[in-house]
C-alpha cells in the first residue's frame, strides 16, 4: 500500500502544474543559494557569514511550511474525499508527505544538474585552453576544480527533506481536524 501511496501523491504533485513549477523553482534556486552558503561556511576563506547561512535556513523552513500550508488547503476536498472513501490520516499523511518531498527531489535533480554541466563546460573550456597551449597545467587543475563539494550539497538537501516533514507536521493538526463532510458540502 505504501508504494501505491507514493505514486499517488506523485500524481497529484504533477496534476497542480503551476504551483508544483513554481515552488519547484523556488526550492531550486533556495538550494542553490543555501548549497553556497554551506560551501561558504564550512571550506570558504576568510570569516564565514553565519548570519547569510541562517537566514537561508530560516527561509527554507518558511517556505517548506508555506508550501505544505498550501497543499494542505488546496486539497482539503480531495482529503476530505479520502477520508470517506475509508483512507486513514496516516495514509493522507503519508501522500502530503509524497508530494512534498517529490518536489524536493525534483529540484535537487535540477540543482545537480545544472552543477554537473557548469562544471563540464568548465572543464571542456579550459581542456581546450591547454590544447591550445593558452594556459598551463597547473591553472587547468586550479580552475576545474569542481564547484560545490559534495558534502554541502548533502547537508541542504537533508536540511530541505528535515524542513519538509516539520511543515508537514505543523499542518498535520489541520489533517486531523479535517472532517469528512466537508467533501460533501456544496461549494458556492
Given at each position: 500500500?505504501g508504494?501505491?501511496?507514493?505514486s499517488?501523491?506523485i500524481?497529484?504533485?504533477?496534476?497542480?502544474?503551476r504551483?508544483?513549477?513554481?515552488f519547484?523553482?523556488m526550492y531550486?534556486?533556495?538550494?542553490?543559494?543555501?548549497t553556497?552558503?554551506?560551501?561558504?561556511?564550512?571550506?570558504g576563506e576568510?570569516?564565514?557569514d553565519?548570519?547569510l547561512?541562517?537566514?537561508s535556513i530560516v527561509s527554507t523552513?518558511?517556505?517548506?511550511?508555506?508550501?505544505?500550508?498550501i497543499?494542505?488547503?488546496?486539497?482539503?476536498?480531495e482529503?476530505?474525499?479520502?477520508?470517506?472513501?475509508?483512507?486513514?490520516?496516516?495514509?493522507?499523511r503519508?501522500?502530503?508527505?509524497?508530494e512534498?518531498?517529490?518536489?524536493?527531489?525534483v529540484?535537487?535533480?535540477i540543482?545537480?544538474?545544472?552543477?554537473?554541466?557548469?562544471?563540464?563546460?568548465?572543464?571542456?573550456?579550459?581542456?581546450q585552453q591547454?590544447?591550445d597551449?593558452?594556459?598551463?597545467?597547473a591553472?587547468?587543475?586550479?580552475?576545474?576544480?569542481?564547484?560545490?563539494n559534495?558534502?554541502?550539497?548533502l547537508?541542504?538537501?537533508t536540511?530541505?527533506?528535515?524542513?519538509?516533514?516539520?511543515?508537514?507536521?505543523?499542518?498535520y493538526s489541520?489533517?486531523?481536524?479535517?472532517r469528512?463532510?466537508?467533501?460533501?458540502?456544496?461549494l458556492?
Amino acid at each position: 500500500m505504501g508504494l501505491r501511496l507514493w505514486s499517488k501523491s506523485i500524481k497529484l504533485a504533477m496534476r497542480s502544474r503551476r504551483r508544483f513549477i513554481a515552488f519547484t523553482l523556488m526550492y531550486t534556486v533556495l538550494m542553490i543559494w543555501m548549497t553556497w552558503n554551506f560551501q561558504d561556511f564550512l571550506y570558504g576563506e576568510g570569516e564565514p557569514d553565519v548570519l547569510l547561512l541562517v537566514v537561508s535556513i530560516v527561509s527554507t523552513l518558511i517556505l517548506s511550511m508555506l508550501y505544505a500550508w498550501i497543499v494542505i488547503n488546496y486539497r482539503k476536498n480531495e482529503i476530505a474525499t479520502l477520508k470517506c472513501i475509508g483512507y486513514k490520516n496516516s495514509n493522507i499523511r503519508t501522500i502530503i508527505i509524497g508530494e512534498l518531498t517529490w518536489v524536493t527531489f525534483v529540484a535537487f535533480m535540477i540543482m545537480a544538474e545544472a552543477l554537473i554541466h557548469i562544471t563540464a563546460g568548465t572543464t571542456y573550456f579550459y581542456q581546450q585552453q591547454i590544447l591550445d597551449k593558452k594556459i598551463s597545467a597547473a591553472l587547468y587543475v586550479d580552475n576545474t576544480a569542481p564547484i560545490l563539494n559534495i558534502w554541502p550539497v548533502l547537508a541542504t538537501l537533508t536540511m530541505f527533506l528535515v524542513s519538509q516533514i516539520l511543515g508537514i507536521l505543523v499542518m498535520y493538526s489541520k489533517i486531523l481536524k479535517l472532517r469528512p463532510i466537508v467533501a460533501l458540502r456544496v461549494l458556492k
